[in-house]
């Protein structure tokens, strides 16, 4: 404990704090300057037959097109942080509104992944690890390894067509949340889903924990122990596991930030309503306020959790300092 | 997307860092696991399917050779798609315009990324701090998201597709890039080199550049394949730029509806970037046991 | 004349030739005769449950409106709340069963209608004379901007007078046989006096009264106790949710979310008929065609419009785009009016007469945009197709999907696809072929040359009241957009819905909307 220095570790998060608000500031540039290349009059786009001169230059003013570039750009800033997503052009409505209950779904889809995957995987590389080189592992490794390569969107439509509609028919090919109700009311659509999202996430827990754990196991801590006649379950569950379990907080951070953009094949797969898929739609619409919004959404999730990752690293490290 | 399964390689906090050896040799040495060789089969397989697939196509993709949705007969051995076209036909088609932006946005990502990671690993000043940070911001936006976002502004061209990917690259080639010229940049000779009065670019261009080709070679190939799954995602999105011809991801697309009815129309696409991305899984996983087997024999010297 | 009775109504004598067929009509109530198609077998229908239909097509822009639509689920909504004076059965044949007991032509000049007496609106306050009146000057009230304002071209609303509480005399400003096409035609409905189109409070005449509605995602109509047929309608609630994609809707229903879909994908057909549930196939006289501005290059050159009606394999592209469900089409509307041409000989394909006609006009190697949309079903396909089969004369298609096709430059495109509903000859000629249409996508009639008095023969049919001669000029009308016109018109595509094993009462339909008018408001369909 005594072996980092506090302010060196709390300058460290400061300092990786700092830059994820400048990554943060500079994609937010990147993204509104991107969307200021529309080619045309969005204006005119959204009022299409009814466009007037005077219904024209009310709808400019309110979408504040007759600022100049900058302004509008600390205006669309300021509105964020204050909640204030903007204005669908599709829609006619806040953003805020229309993602409000898709952030819930896809927030319950990502959660019931992460809950369910993680100690799963973490139990399968602890034994593997245990287990080294024996059947279990070479099986699980291979296995992982083909999970792993494979793009979400083939896990999805492989479980879909071996679950849902060609070789067995026990569960729904398509997962939409109905406006007005939640994802929880219909539970059995959501097994494909996370599933998917599971093996998205599993393979590479498995594997760090796997070697964080085979470290631990030839360590010198897990030799006294052995040597002190302790039982090995007892060795394995309270002196080995925890320790090994460093490094993969920051894969799970790594692997949850991952998980952001990977919804966005997942739900259109499944048609579920969540923001993956209201980007997508936003997309075709070309609803710009709507893609800008969940861009900025979307990133700042994976910044948080990039950042969340590598302080980890730093906390943990020491103790895996296992050498005596 | 198994962004990951790359970084897999060159990733230092995940996996062990290439060593410093000539990267051919290290991917002679892999050879000798047979999961490498049965990646690289499986690879050169599908590759070489969308090369030629359609010298061998039966049909043109477009041409209806009977109803819709039927099961496969001797007229048609997948059989048919939405419209009645050719599933088989449309399947050797199909990898062609994916392959071409794929190999495209990788060359773009290659001279970029080199370019850039080289300069850093040799400034080792303010220069690679900020070049690096650059990288992390374009890093920042999962690639998936970064190629939506520029195809809703400019719409689903084939040259934005191209961009946006090799966009989302050039980080990642940039980082190898670099990881592998920062051990010989601290070396003697690029010292004496340098006092010798040896122009800059040609220490970058005469002595980094040629020892940094062999991890980089693996790294594009690695990200090659990534791409052409990365692009049919977005195909299976809705957005390519001929959304009429024949496209694995679009076909996924057209046919997942039938899925139930007549499911060769979207599986046999699905199989094919399977077998594509498990190909680079292997080889990508060979590579890595032979580098750790690798580091594994140095510690032990 | 004299004063018809009910029965003589709709026969020949007072000109209502132009309906399908002769039909003699039908007492109110119970439903006309079906076409023969077999259909499940009905039962005796039961009371209760919430029918929930699931709808494509829609989106924020939702509305709702007793006499205006703009997408299938504002179709759907509308049919749930009003009514219309006259009835299209299945047969798309007009009846008396609707909320006037009987429409008269006293000359070709007036028309007298005569209200079913006691009927109530949904707040109770009973249906008159002077609701009508409002009715008919709210659509001809050109600032409404609704679908029916084009029909009331003829009608002197300005001059129309309540003769007594249930009866209201319809002067004409020119002689007009389409006149009860329109009174049955589903926007132009009956609401009540000052009514206005939601967000104000939705009451009409109709089975359901609005509950509750959020444009894009859903809205509940609860059964109206006071609805004037006895026993009707069944269902306790109905339930409308916007789907964005057939895929969904397919799902939903197969996962038993929603008991009917509209536009089920013919690939469909035999995966719902093996769980057990239905699929409704209506050969109705609903298009797709696709459209060429007549006055906008390289369409204005009518060789080009006649190449491009050679290029495309009619059976092919019906087979490839609707499973083969419907029938061939000839570049002509209206395929169930008596009045339509049988004589003109059925286009076939030819490319070689193409690509001269193309070479003759300066365009050897044409290449254009088609623009298209998910509006209905079929039209993307159509597109597609029909690029497809043009390769063959050498014109490269470029087909644009543009989901916000109905909003940005409809009505203003060159080359286009858009779909339409089964409706009697003039009055499709009406929404879609006169300089005044709400919907002239090819921009028809030309100025000059054949079928430059296309709307003086219009007129002409219209105030004809003999059939025979109203069906000559009526033939005049489509030789000359069978020759020189901008519609392609490939085939008819059936209208397919799908629909659960428990709901009953569905029969196939000839008409213009969907699930046979949405179980005409949702009152003759029940579950078991």
């Not at chain 2, 692009?231 to 057209?254: F, K, V």
């Not at chain 2, 032979?290 to 594994?296: L, N, P, V």
């Not at chain 3, 006149?179 to 939601?198: K, M, N």
């Amino acid at each position: 404990m005594s072996r980092f220095r506090p302010t060196g570790v709390w300058g460290f998060i400061l300092r990786r704090l700092l830059l994820g608000i400048v990554v943060l500031i500079l994609v937010s540039i990147l993204v509104f300057l991107a969307t200021q290349a529309l080619p045309g009059d969005p204006a005119r786009a959204i009022l299409g037959r009814e466009a007037n001169p005077a219904s024209l230059a009310a709808l400019r003013r309110q979408l504040h097109l007759d600022q100049p570039v900058f302004q509008q750009y600390l205006t669309w800033v300021t509105g964020l942080l204050h909640g204030n997503l903007g204005r669908s052009l599709e829609a006619q409505e806040p953003v805020s509104t229309l993602i409000g209950s898709k952030l819930v779904n896809s927030a319950v889809l990502v959660a019931l992944a992460a809950v369910l995957s993680i100690p799963l995987s973490i139990a399968i590389g602890a034994w593997s690890a245990f287990k080294r080189e024996k059947a279990f592992d070479q099986a699980s490794s291979n296995l992982l390894l083909a999970l792993a390569a494979l793009p979400e969107f083939v896990v999805a439509l492989v479980l879909v067509i071996l679950f849902a509609t060609t070789v067995f028919h026990v569960l729904p090919a398509i997962s939409t949340v109905p406006p007005g109700s939640r994802p929880w009311n219909n539970w059995v659509a959501l097994i494909l889903p996370v599933l998917t999202l599971m093996i998205a996430v599993a393979p590479y827990v498995a594997r760090i924990m796997r070697a964080s754990m085979i470290e631990v196991l030839e360590s010198d801590y897990v030799e006294m122990a052995r040597l002190k006649g302790l039982p090995e379950r007892t060795v394995l569950i309270r002196h080995a596991l925890p320790n090994a379990l460093g490094p993969v907080f920051q894969v799970i951070a790594l692997n949850l930030a991952y998980l952001a953009g990977g919804i966005i094949v997942v739900e259109f797969v499944f048609n579920y309503s969540g923001i993956g898929g209201a980007i997508t739609e936003a997309v075709v619409n070309h609803d710009l306020p709507v893609i800008q919004a969940l861009a900025m959404l979307i990133a700042a999730l994976y910044v948080v959790l990039n950042l969340l990752a590598d302080v980890a690293t730093i906390l943990v490290t020491p103790k895996l300092r296992t050498r005596l | 997307m198994s962004q990951l399964s790359s970084d897999w390689v060159a990733d230092a906090q995940i996996a062990p860092p290439l060593p410093a050896v000539h990267g051919t040799s290290l991917l002679r040495r892999s050879l000798k696991l047979w999961r490498t060789r049965i990646g690289l089969a499986l690879v050169g397989f599908i590759v070489l399917v969308a090369i030629i697939g359609p010298y061998l196509a039966p049909y043109g993709p477009n041409t209806p050779v009977g109803a819709p949705n039927s099961d496969p007969s001797s007229k048609a051995v997948l059989g048919t798609d939405y419209l009645g076209q050719d599933v088989l036909s449309r399947v050797l088609y199909g990898g062609r315009s994916i392959l071409v932006m794929a190999v495209l946005a990788t060359a773009l990502a290659l001279v970029a990324g080199v370019a850039i990671g080289l300069v850093a690993a040799y400034s080792r000043n303010a220069l690679d701090d900020t070049l690096m940070r650059g990288m992390d911001v374009l890093m920042a936006l999962p690639s998936i998201l970064l190629a939506l976002v520029a195809v809703a502004i400019v719409g689903p061209h084939a040259w934005v597709i191209v961009v946006a990917i090799a966009l989302t690259t050039t980080p990642r080639i940039a980082r190898v890039a670099r990881g592998a010229a920062q051990p010989i940049v601290e070396r003697d000779f690029i010292a004496a080199s340098e006092a010798m009065g040896v122009p800059r670019w040609r220490i970058l261009s005469g002595e980094l550049l040629p020892n940094t080709l062999g991890p980089l070679m693996v790294e594009a190939s690695l990200r090659l394949t990534y791409s052409i799954a990365l692009i049919a995602a977005l195909a299976y999105l809705g957005l390519s730029p001929n959304p009429n011809g024949a496209n694995w991801g679009t076909m996924i697309n057209q046919n997942q509806l039938v899925l139930a009815v007549q499911p060769w129309g979207a599986a046999t696409p699905i199989i094919v970037i399977a077998l594509l991305t498990l190909g680079t899984g292997l080889i990508g996983d060979g590579i890595a046991r032979t580098a750790a087997g690798i580091d594994r024999a140095r510690g032990e010297e | 004349m004299t004063d018809v009775s009910r029965r003589q109504l709709l026969a020949g004598a007072a000109g209502l030739a132009a309906v399908g067929g002769l039909a003699a009509a039908c007492g109110s109530g119970s439903s006309p005769a079906s076409s023969g198609s077999a259909t499940a077998a009905a039962g005796t229908p039961k009371r209760g449950g919430n029918f929930r239909l699931g709808v494509t097509g829609g989106g924020s822009k939702d509305i709702m409106d007793g006499q205006n639509i703009i997408t299938k689920p504002d179709q759907a909504r509308l049919v749930s709340a009003f009514e219309t004076l006259l009835l299209f059965d299945e047969n798309y044949q007009l009846t008396t069963n609707g909320l006037a007991e009987s429409v008269t032509q006293d000359n070709p000049k007036q028309y007298t209608i005569k209200l079913r007496q006691g009927i109530e609106f949904q707040n109770g306050k009973t249906m008159t004379a002077d609701d009508v009146i409002y009715s008919f000057q709210r659509i001809g009230t050109q600032k409404n901007g609704l679908t029916g304002y084009a029909a009331t071209a003829t009608m002197d609303i300005g001059a129309m007078k309540k003769l007594d509480q249930y009866t209201v005399r319809l002067p004409l400003k020119t002689p007009d046989s389409t006149v009860p096409q329109t009174l049955g035609s589903y926007t132009f409905t009956i609401v009540p006096t000052g009514y206005q189109a939601y967000p104000h409070p939705q009451i009409g005449t109709g089975a359901y009264k609005l509950k509750s509605f959020t444009p894009g995602q859903q809205s509940v109509h609860e059964r109206n106790p006071n609805y004037w047929r006895t026993g009707e309608p069944y269902f306790d609630t109905v339930t409308i949710t916007d789907f964005s994609n057939s895929t969904a809707q397919v799902n939903g229903l197969l996962g038993g979310q929603i008991d009917a879909m509209t536009d089920l994908p013919a690939s469909q057909v035999k995966v719902v008929q093996a769980r057990g549930m239905g699929a409704l196939v209506s050969k109705t006289g609903g298009w797709i065609p696709i459209c060429m501005a007549i006055d906008m290059p390289p369409f204005d050159d009518v060789r080009v419009r006649q190449a491009m009606r050679l290029i495309v394999d009619r059976k092919g592209l019906l087979e490839q785009v609707f499973s083969g469900y419907g029938f061939v089409g000839n570049d002509l509307y209206a395929p169930f009016d008596p009045g339509y041409d049988h004589s003109l000989p059925q286009r076939e394909q030819d490319i070689e007469q193409a690509k001269s006609l193309l070479k003759a006009a300066g365009h050897a190697n044409l290449a254009v945009d088609l623009h298209t949309t998910n509006g209905a079903a079929g039209m993307v396909e159509t597109a597609t197709v029909f690029a497809n089969q043009a390769q063959a004369a050498g014109v490269k298609i470029n087909v644009l999907n543009d989901p916000n096709y109905y909003g940005n430059q409809y009505l203003k495109l060159a080359f286009s696809v858009d779909f339409w509903g089964t409706r009697a000859y003039l009055n499709q000629v009406q929404q879609g072929s006169l300089p005044s249409s709400p919907y002239n996508e090819t921009h028809w009639p030309p100025k000059s040359g054949t079928g430059s008095n296309f709307e003086s023969l219009y007129n002409q049919a219209l105030a004809e009241t003999d059939a025979t001669k109203r069906i000559a000029i009526m033939h005049e009308m489509q030789q000359a957009e069978y020759n020189v016109g901008g519609y392609i018109i490939p085939c008819f595509g059936g209208l397919i819905d799908g629909y659960a094993a428990n709901v009953k009462g569905l029969k196939p339909s000839k008409g213009t909307l969907n699930l046979d008018s949405f179980g005409h408001g949702y009152r003759t369909i029940w579950f078991s």
